[in-house]
T-cell receptor, first 115, second 112 residues
Framework: ETGVTQSPTHLIKTRGQQVTLRCSSQ?????VSWYQQALGQGPQFIFQ???????GRGNFPPRFSGLQFPNYSSELNVNALELDDSALYLC??????????????FGEGSRLTVL | GDSVTQMEGPVTLSEEAFLTINCTYT??????LFWYVQYPGEGLQLLLK?????DKGSNKGFEATYRKETTSFHLEKGSVQVSDSAVYFC???????????FGRGTSLIVHP
C-alpha cells in the first residue's frame, strides 16, 4: 500500500512568485486535504478536495487554490507569495464513505521558504 | 467554535521517566479525539484515538482517556525512550465535520 507522497520536499521562492505543490494520495483514498504548518504551530486547514471538487475551505485568501485530478492526486497553488507563506505544507488523504474513521494520513510535507 | 489547548513545551525528560502531556478541548456535541505524533523531518501520523466518553486509546505504550466531564484527553506513557522525542498534537473532530482541529503541539525531548 503506497502512502501519501508530496513533492517537492523543499523549495525556495521570492516574494511575488507563484508555487505549485503536488500530492499523491494513499491508494484507495479519494479525499485530499491541505494544511499549512508554520514553525512551532499546529496544522491549519487550507482546503479539502473530494471527487475533484473543493468541498471545504479554511481561512485562507483566494491566492491559495487547488486542484484534484481523476486519479485523486492534488495540487496546491499559491500566487503572489508573501514572506508569511513560509511554512511546511502538508497533504493528507482519507478514504471516502463508511471507510472514513476520521484518521488523516499525512505526507511528509513540502517546506516552502519565501525570501 | 472548536478549539484544542495543549500544554506548552518543550517537555524535557530523562529516559524511563513518566510522561504526561495535557490536552483540553472545547467542542459542541461529542467529538472524536486524537493524538498525532510528528517525528523530525516527517509528517504527522496517528498515535491513538478515542471516539466516545471513557474510551481509552492506546498504542506503543502511550495511553489517553476521553474524559467528557473535564473535557480532557491527556497523553501518558509510563517509561519514555529517546526514540519518543517528537512533537505531539492533540486534535478533535466534531460529529458531522470532516475537518479536525489541531492543538499547537507539544515538543518532547528525551535525554539518555
Amino acid at each position: 500500500e503506497t502512502g501519501v507522497t508530496q513533492s517537492p520536499t523543499h523549495l525556495i521562492k521570492t516574494r511575488g512568485q507563484q508555487v505549485t505543490l503536488r500530492c499523491s494520495s494513499q491508494s484507495g483514498h479519494n479525499t485530499v486535504s491541505w494544511y499549512q504548518q508554520a514553525l512551532g504551530q499546529g496544522p491549519q486547514f487550507i482546503f479539502q478536495y473530494y471527487r475533484e471538487e473543493e468541498n471545504g475551505r479554511g481561512n485562507f485568501p483566494p491566492r491559495f487554490s487547488g486542484l484534484q485530478f481523476p486519479n485523486y492526486s492534488s495540487e496546491l497553488n499559491v500566487n503572489a507569495l508573501e514572506l508569511d507563506d513560509s511554512a511546511l505544507y502538508l497533504c493528507a488523504s482519507t478514504p471516502g464513505g463508511s471507510k472514513n474513521t476520521g484518521e488523516l494520513f499525512f505526507g511528509e510535507g513540502s517546506r516552502l521558504t519565501v525570501l | 467554535g472548536d478549539s484544542v489547548t495543549q500544554m506548552e513545551g518543550p517537555v524535557t525528560l530523562s529516559e524511563e521517566a513518566f510522561l504526561t502531556i495535557n490536552c483540553t478541548y472545547t467542542a459542541t456535541g461529542y467529538p472524536s479525539l486524537f493524538w498525532y505524533v510528528q517525528y523530525p523531518g516527517e509528517g504527522l501520523q496517528l498515535l491513538l484515538k478515542a471516539t466516545k466518553a471513557d474510551d481509552k486509546g492506546s498504542n506503543k505504550g502511550f495511553e489517553a482517556t476521553y474524559r467528557k466531564e473535564t473535557t480532557s484527553f491527556h497523553l501518558e506513557k509510563g517509561s519514555v525512550q529517546v526514540s519518543d522525542s517528537a512533537v505531539y498534537f492533540c486534535a478533535l473532530l466534531s460529529g458531522g465535520s470532516y475537518i479536525p482541529t489541531f492543538g499547537r503541539g507539544t515538543s518532547l525531548i528525551v535525554h539518555p
